[in-house]
């Protein structure tokens, strides 16, 4: 368990360690990995692939065989998950009275396929002082491929995997599925690496499909060849523009609310000339030490903002009111003083009522859990 102040990379580099460590203990064939750097919110961009008249299965080899390769090369993107449709796959039904016929067991024709598969070589030979390469390239390709593997000989004749088996191709068991609108669909998620710029990342990632897509294309079972779309359903670009939009009306609606109620109220337009300009300042002072601290632009931190904006401009009303008043009534006094000391006499008061709001606000950083990383 690992403590929030724990560097993300030094950490998963100490699991890899417990990892290769704990090999020992776990039983043959068992191969622990380490997830994709991604965090709980890394899931920002959703597409699925649209071919009239394609299948599932097609689509998901194109996904898992080329889309997402393309993809995951994409700067700052950690992962490409591949959702719905059929992976395909070689299945070999046996046929349990023809193995006894050939005396065949199972393991005999597991060996024989998985031999059949793998590239093998067989050292140089030596020909007019030349050396030649041996090489013996396993490579399926397709089910007659499997159906003609031999699996041993009996007096000179081989025994096929076809003679013990029947061999086809068929989609692998699925634990689920993508529905887009009431229908099954092909598609994936796009998931960045821990702490990228989400909004570069999907842009990125969008000129990247925009530089496949028209490559991309499907021939049906009739010969007919049509194209594939890359159709985004989840898109976090939405989020962040609103999430940037509403802050910006906020700013926005207090200005125009602010500069009205002085204006009201003092019948002074260079009074809400000067208080307008508190706003905008102490929105970018706040991102100032948001990047000086590292805290991530969100929505809840820019939710944070959008309420401080309304103290900000109550606090501006009450000093400038009072700046005003002083001035207005002791023209006579040098200009600079009477400010001065208007300003201290509502400050002490000022500053009362924000560090009463920023009270109010301390046990939000005593949440743990899931409550404390979010707020």
């Not at 394609?54 to 080329?66: C, E, G, P, T």
């Not at 597991?110 to 050396?131: F, I, L, Q, W």
């Not at 013990?164 to 609108?181: C, I, K, Y």
């Not at 000339?273 to 948001?290: D, I, N, R």
Request: hydrophobic content about 45%.
């Amino acid at each position: 368990i690992f403590k929030d102040e724990v560097d993300y990379y030094w950490a998963r580099s100490r699991v890899l360690e417990r990892m290769n460590v704990s090999l020992s203990r776990l039983p043959t064939g068992v191969v622990p990995g380490l997830g994709s750097d991604a965090t709980a919110l890394g899931q920002v961009f959703y597409y699925t692939l649209e071919a009239e008249g394609a299948d599932l299965s097609k689509l998901r080899s194109l996904q898992d065989w080329y889309i997402r390769y393309q993809l995951q090369s994409v700067e700052g993107v950690t992962e490409v998950a591949t959702l719905g449709g059929y992976v395909r796959e070689y299945q070999i039904d046996v046929i349990p009275e023809k193995l006894r016929a050939h005396r065949v067991t199972l393991p005999d024709v597991y060996e024989a396929v998985r031999r059949s598969n793998v590239d093998v070589g067989a050292k140089v030979v030596e020909s007019n002082r030349y050396e030649f390469f041996i090489r013996g390239k396993g490579f399926v390709r397709s089910v007659q491929d499997i159906e003609n593997v031999v699996i041993r000989q009996e007096g000179g004749t081989p025994i096929y995997v076809k003679n013990v088996a029947t061999v086809q191709l068929g989609p692998e068991f699925r634990r689920g599925t993508l529905d887009n609108a009431g229908r099954e669909a092909t598609g994936a998620v796009v998931l960045i690496r821990y702490g990228e710029n989400p909004l570069a990342v999907i842009n990125r990632v969008k000129q990247k499909i925009a530089e496949i897509e028209p490559g991309l294309r499907i021939t049906l079972p009739s010969g007919k060849v049509v194209p594939v779309k890359i159709v985004p359903y989840y898109d976090r670009t939405d989020i962040i523009y609103e999430t940037m939009a509403t802050l910006r009306d906020n700013l926005i609606e207090e200005s125009m609310v602010v500069a009205f109620i002085v204006v009201l109220f003092l019948l002074h337009l260079r009074s809400s000339l000067a208080v307008l300009p508190t706003l905008p300042l102490a929105l970018a002072m706040s991102f100032g030490v948001m990047y000086w601290m590292g805290v991530d632009s969100n929505i809840m931190s820019l939710a944070g903002l959008a309420i401080a904006i309304g103290d900000v401009s109550d606090m501006g009303i009450i000093m400038t009111e009072n700046i005003y008043r002083r001035l207005t009534n002791e023209r006579d006094r040098p200009y600079f003083d009477v400010v001065c000391e208007a300003s201290t006499e509502v400050g002490g008061a000022i500053v009362t009522a924000v560090v009463n709001t920023v009270v109010s606000f301390i046990p939000v950083f005593a949440l743990t859990g899931p409550e404390g990383k979010m707020f």
